[in-house]
């Protein structure tokens, strides 16, 4: 196994090795399935998945959780990642998709399909007071004598 690590990974640091070698022993392993992929013309791709993982809702049904989150930014709800995969996986039930899981991942690709940043500006500021005019001047009458005090 050192001689093949050797020869395709030249310049291969020593701490790098173990991580190269049980990446070839696997593909060793899976070698059916290599040539299986590659004779189906799939030999370009660098990660194929078993059938089920990955499993995605629909454009519909991921369009039924645009208009959903639409409506909440409308009534000015700010929306979580969380409140996002829980209206994914109700969507998916409602819609009997099986093995479906509204993870982190899928939440931040779901955002990026369609533009969505979850991040709401904050409607907390501060109000002036009614009389801000009769403060400043009060604050301004505090500068003036502190300069004459000092003789600034």
């Given at each position: 196994?050192?001689?093949?690590?050797?020869k395709?990974?030249?310049?291969?640091?020593?701490e790098?090795?173990?991580?190269?070698?049980?990446?070839?022993?696997?593909?060793?392993?899976?070698?059916?399935?290599?040539?299986?992929?590659?004779?189906e013309?799939?030999?370009?791709?660098?990660n194929?998945?078993?059938?089920?993982?990955?499993?995605?809702?629909?454009?519909?049904?991921?369009?039924?959780?645009?208009?959903?989150?639409?409506?909440?930014?409308?009534?000015?709800?700010?929306?979580?990642?969380?409140?996002?995969?829980?209206?994914?996986?109700?969507?998916?039930?409602?819609?009997?998709?099986?093995?479906?899981?509204?993870?982190?991942?899928?939440?931040?690709?779901?955002?990026r399909?369609?533009?969505?940043?979850?991040?709401?500006?904050?409607?907390?500021?501060?109000?002036?007071?009614?009389?801000?005019?009769?403060?400043?001047?009060?604050?301004?009458?505090?500068?003036?004598?502190?300069?004459?005090?000092?003789?600034v």
């Open positions: 196994m050192r001689a093949t690590v050797a395709f990974y030249v310049s291969l640091a020593d790098f090795y173990e991580s190269k070698r049980t990446m070839i022993l696997r593909w060793c392993r899976q070698r059916p399935k290599l040539i299986k992929a590659s004779l013309g799939k030999g370009t791709h660098t194929i998945q078993n059938v089920g993982v990955g499993t995605v809702l629909s454009n519909e049904l991921e369009l039924d959780i645009v208009y959903w989150v639409n409506e909440l930014r409308e009534d000015g709800i700010p929306i979580s990642t969380r409140m996002l995969a829980d209206k994914a996986q109700q969507v998916a039930v409602n819609a009997d998709v099986r093995d479906f899981h509204a993870s982190d991942k899928w939440a931040s690709g779901f955002k399909r369609h533009h969505f940043s979850l991040h709401s500006p904050t409607r907390q500021s501060q109000v002036c007071p009614a009389d801000i005019d009769r403060y400043a001047a009060a604050f301004v009458a505090v500068v003036e004598a502190t300069v004459r005090d000092l003789g």
